[in-house]
């Protein structure tokens, strides 16, 4: 017997064994996944935390020394509190959970300090966006403010750390192989959690933190919750998130909460596995599209490739994509922008040829259709401004054009070209149960279920229809802490 029991084993929820084992409490963690894919989908991530800071010397004291040489070759703005709120505010249309964000945020870099203390390594997120070895080292660059740190060697490294802390805790057990099944539950009450096994069940009593993600591994609930054809697009990450947890919870009397039809949907590579593979992580992810034109099977454009910054409209373009004919698209760049390509792409076999027939040919496009498409791009696209790859330049299509491209609107006319053929990948849902700022989970009468708390992707209530880049791994993170706190304050 433990007294806090936390289920799942990613980010969320090592942050929360290792907080409520910091305050004294005996914890057991049970893992769904065995020892060889354990950590959810966290280490299949990129690893960037968005935090509020205040300019890169605010952000200096979390880099490794390693990381602090790329510190006097990029240029940061602070990322303040309200610009960070104001994010979340847009990419959720305005209906995200003011009090759940605000704590989110509020939080951010004291937790990001305190995971350092706990032995996570930090550093710049630098080629994300660009290769550096394509680049003059004397020159400055500009990161995004809001995308700027990211935990060292991405997913796999932030696991191996939290997991190396965890480890070390004396008060800490991990379990393997041991998929909760069921909510111990009296009344509104959690007692604890049952284990399935090969030969039965195993009960274990304690307190329960709820961190094993969404349901987007299991194809059956994705047709049910976020409609036809979504239950045959390709998952990013994990394969044990089936929201059975997230079930067993509702089925207790917990409130559902959020986008329940909405989901972080990113641009995957066309020949991606059908579920991610730990030795790819997120290396098949096609990011750079704000440079690109972006083509359907019917040689069409269908969405503003460059609204605004990639990592405020990537967890939304895989959507878009889902939604073309045969849930196809391409994106075909120049040799003006190729060099802006992120390492990434390296993981892909791209398609070149001369011409845009010719290319057109080659990925099976209707040559005439597409031919128009980019001519008719071309000619919106000549408009005057520079091309200022790595902020906002506002260089966009002229009026008339549908859909028009708001940024980095070159046209494309330097041949050779390259394409990279892409699908829909998903990577976590938006719905889930409904916590309050102290992690509980509340029922379906507006009351705290005693004894339960959640975090990560199984709580619901932050993200809607879209999705700031490196939140979802600051929520696990924040709420994670404020569980562990919650549920050993308890014990």
């Not at 084992?21 to 354990?38: C, F, I, K, N, Q």
Request: hydrophobic share 40%; with cysteine; glycine share 10%.
């Amino acid at each position: 017997m433990a007294d806090v029991i936390v289920v799942g084993a990613g980010n969320a929820a090592l942050v929360a064994a290792l907080s409520a084992a910091e305050d004294g409490a005996s914890v057991m963690v049970l893992e769904a996944a065995p020892l060889t894919t354990r950590g959810g989908n966290s280490r299949f991530s990129g690893g960037i935390f968005r935090i509020a800071h205040d300019g890169m010397d605010h952000l200096r004291p979390l880099l490794t020394d390693d990381a602090l040489h790329w510190a006097d070759k990029v240029e940061l703005d602070p990322y303040p509190a309200d610009r960070y709120l104001a994010d979340l505010q847009f990419t959720s249309q305005g209906q995200c959970d003011p009090a759940l964000t605000g704590e989110m945020v509020r939080r951010s870099y004291e937790t990001v300090l305190w995971m350092k203390a706990k032995g996570v390594h930090w550093e710049l997120v630098v080629d994300k966006l660009f290769d550096p070895e394509n680049f003059d080292p004397a020159e400055t660059y500009t990161l995004p403010p809001g995308g700027a740190l990211r935990a060292t060697h991405e997913g796999l490294g932030l696991m191996r750390d939290l997991f190396a802390a965890a480890e070390a805790a004396d008060n800490i057990e991990i379990r393997h192989g041991a998929p909760v099944h069921e909510l111990l539950m009296d009344g509104s009450t959690c007692r604890g959690v049952r284990v399935r096994g090969i030969d039965g069940f195993d009960d274990h009593l304690g307190r329960v933190v709820l961190a094993c993600g969404g349901f987007e591994s299991n194809p059956q609930k994705r047709l049910q919750y976020l409609g036809a054809g979504w239950d045959l697009v390709k998952v990013r990450g994990t394969a044990f998130n089936m929201g059975t947890v997230l079930d067993a919870a509702l089925d207790a009397g917990a409130a559902p909460s959020g986008h329940w039809g909405g989901a972080h949907a990113s641009p995957l590579d066309a020949d991606a596995p059908p579920v991610g593979q730990l030795s790819m992580t997120d290396k098949l992810s096609r990011y750079s599209y704000p440079y690109c034109v972006l083509l359907n099977r019917d040689g069409e454009r269908f969405v503003d490739e460059a609204s605004d910054e990639v990592w405020l409209t990537y967890a939304k373009t895989g959507s878009a994509i889902r939604e073309q004919p045969g849930a196809w698209a391409v994106q075909i760049f120049d040799q003006r922008t190729v060099r802006l390509l992120e390492p990434r792409y390296s993981t892909g076999t791209p398609i070149e040829a001369d011409s845009i027939a010719d290319l057109a040919h080659k990925l099976g496009l209707p040559a005439e259709t597409a031919m128009r498409t980019i001519e008719a791009f071309n000619a919106a696209a000549s408009a005057e401004g520079e091309f200022e790859p790595f902020v906002k330049d506002g260089r966009r299509t002229a009026p008339g054009l549908l859909p028009p491209k708001s940024n980095w609107a070159l046209p494309l006319d330097s041949p050779p070209f390259v394409a990279y053929p892409v699908c829909c990948g998903i990577t976590f849902t938006y719905g889930g149960l409904k916590i309050d700022t102290e992690a509980r989970v509340i029922d379906t009468t507006g009351q705290v279920m005693t004894n339960l708390y959640a975090t990560g992707e199984i709580a619901g209530g932050f993200f809607y229809h879209n999705y700031p880049a490196g939140s979802g791994l600051v929520r696990g993170a924040v709420f994670g802490r404020i569980a562990g706190e919650s549920a050993a304050r308890g014990a």
